[in-house]
């Protein structure tokens, strides 16, 4: 199955960027994941640029955003999360140059037409990676995403010299016919630019209802939460209610653009609704528009809060909804995708260079699926583990840990003793392949780490996972690399 496009520049960019870095790794994981498609967008948009940046020793994100130094720091504010934005921005300025370089490798080329004709190629694998906000920064930048913007360039004009048998009064007469095709050619392009402005405006100004969506765990505490105004200071209120009812240090993803409302419907009631949500295990609550719908994993308590919410958002339409079914194509799909990208990860590592962080990142690519209530690994990811073996047999200065989690049907402890059951499974499977067990170590969480909502069967299929942390024991760093990115824990107690 061949790579996404974008994926394929996340696996070649990503590892250079973020080779030595040890401080908030996650973040700027996340950062480069927003960025990239972003940057591609631009460029398909402007192939002017790419000969601009590849001309530079260390193009800087300020580069592609121009002079719209608002927008770049929109687009940074966005990115940077708790992390100092000026280390996001020198990771981005670092990322500029690589993905120039895989771009030139992947069109045979540096020529602009080449890049553009390999980026319009990948139009939807770019524009499928873009956030949900890129799209109205991307229109303040003038570029139209949705189809990709082909830039007009004015007729070259060819002036031919005239030979030495024109008489000499044609010289100011064709010098005045000059002058004024220039001035009409200058009048035109400030004419069009003053014109921009305005077509922007447009498309920002675009209405979308303000949103809210907030989602608990097994345990009634806060696990996802998005809020989408256009309202700094009453977004900053309701960051603080957030964490205040669910004593949450960090509180929503927020997202402040012209396009969305400035308000809620029957916002006054929100902080109720959620300190109501709170405790209530599973619960995935959406609040669009006048719309407010509501998903439990327990159908009863859906209903339960509905029924408390009407009276007070009497302007709202309350209603409880079954979460979709997951069918079984779409986990095969899905687990088919991640072992392929997983095998190609692993492919791809020197054996005569073995990075304990490589390994990670190509095991995390996978999906294990058990069987529900088995611990058996599905032949289909045997492939994965016998590569990982031949790969551990080689670096003795990699530690695998290998983590268990389950979603939070059923009861909690037999999901935590199956979780382990299934990591352990993993362990002795990779020990029948010739791993040192010393390298190796089994640990279930149960239902105690999710990441996403419990409510939905999407979700408890995303949380019944098996996850892979790696310590060098030669630097002594631990890291785990998940679906965000990298992430580094503390390095053991001696």
Do not use: H, W, Y
């Given at each position: 199955m061949q790579t996404d496009f974008i994926d394929l520049l996340k696996q070649s960019v990503s590892s250079i960027v973020l080779e030595g870095e040890t401080q908030h790794l996650?973040?700027?994981n996340q950062a480069l994941n927003s960025f990239y498609p972003i940057l591609l967008s631009i460029l398909n948009s402007r192939p002017e640029l790419i000969d601009n940046l590849l001309r530079q020793l260390n193009p800087r994100v300020g580069d592609v955003f121009g002079s719209n130094l608002s927008l770049k720091q929109q687009f940074l504010d966005?990115?940077?999360?708790?992390?100092?934005?000026?280390?996001?921005?020198?990771?981005?300025?670092?990322?500029?140059?690589?993905s120039l370089n895989f771009l030139?490798?992947?069109?045979?080329?540096?020529?602009?037409?080449?890049?553009?004709h390999l980026l319009q190629n990948n139009l939807d694998s770019i524009q499928a990676a873009l956030p949900q906000w890129a799209t109205a920064l991307l229109a303040a930048l003038g570029v139209n995403n949705a189809a990709g913007q082909t830039v007009h360039q004015a007729p070259e004009v060819i002036v031919t010299e005239p030979v030495e048998e024109r008489r000499s009064w044609l010289l100011p007469i064709l010098a005045l016919i000059i002058l004024i095709?220039?001035?009409?050619?200058?009048?035109?392009?400030?004419?069009?630019?003053?014109?921009?402005?305005?077509?922007?405006?447009?498309?920002?100004?675009?209405?979308?209802?303000?949103?809210?969506?907030?989602?608990?765990?097994?345990?009634?505490?806060?696990?996802?939460?998005?809020i989408l105004l256009n309202n700094p200071s009453y977004m900053e209120i309701l960051q603080n209610e957030v964490k205040q009812i669910f004593n949450h240090p960090t509180g929503c993803g927020a997202e402040n653009f012209a396009n969305y409302h400035s308000e809620f419907i029957d916002q006054d009631v929100i902080p109720s609704v959620l300190k109501m949500l709170k405790g209530v295990p599973n619960v995935n609550l959406n609040w669009v528009g006048n719309q407010l719908s509501i998903q439990a994993a327990n159908p009863a308590d859906a209903e339960r809060l509905a029924s408390q919410i009407r009276p007070l958002a009497k302007n709202m339409t309350v209603v409880t909804q079954q979460p979709a079914e997951t069918t079984v194509t779409d986990v095969n799909q899905a687990v088919t995708s991640s072992i392929s990208n997983a095998e190609q990860a692993l492919a791809a590592i020197n054996p005569d260079n073995i990075q304990a962080l490589d390994i990670a990142t190509a095991l995390n690519m996978q999906i294990i699926n058990f069987d529900s209530a088995s611990t058996e690994i599905p032949a289909a990811n045997k492939s994965i583990l016998d590569q990982t073996a031949v790969l551990m047999q080689r670096a003795p200065q990699v530690q695998l840990t290998v983590k268990g989690h389950t979603d939070a049907v059923g009861d909690a402890n037999a999901n935590k003793t199956l979780s382990q059951q299934r990591a352990q499974a993993v362990v002795d499977y990779l020990v029948s392949r010739g791993v040192n067990p010393g390298q190796?170590?089994?640990?279930?969480?149960?239902?105690?780490?999710?990441?996403?909502?419990?409510?939905?069967?999407?979700?408890?299929?995303k949380n019944r996972r098996i996850e892979f942390e790696v310590l060098n024991v030669d630097t002594g760093t631990v890291r785990s690399v998940e679906d965000a990115g990298v992430v580094e824990q503390k390095a053991p107690q001696s």
């Open positions: 996650l973040e700027k966005l990115v940077s999360g708790t992390a100092p934005q000026t280390e996001i921005e020198n990771t981005l300025n670092r990322s500029i140059a690589p030139e490798n992947q069109a045979g080329s540096s020529d602009p037409v080449a890049i553009q095709g220039l001035l009409a050619f200058l009048f035109r392009a400030c004419s069009d630019r003053n014109q921009a402005p305005a077509t922007t405006q447009t498309q920002v100004a675009a209405n979308q209802a303000a949103m809210l969506q907030v989602s608990t765990g097994s345990d009634g505490n806060l696990v996802t939460c998005q190796l170590q089994a640990i279930g969480f149960g239902s105690e780490q999710p990441i996403a909502a419990n409510a939905t069967p999407e979700g408890q299929f």
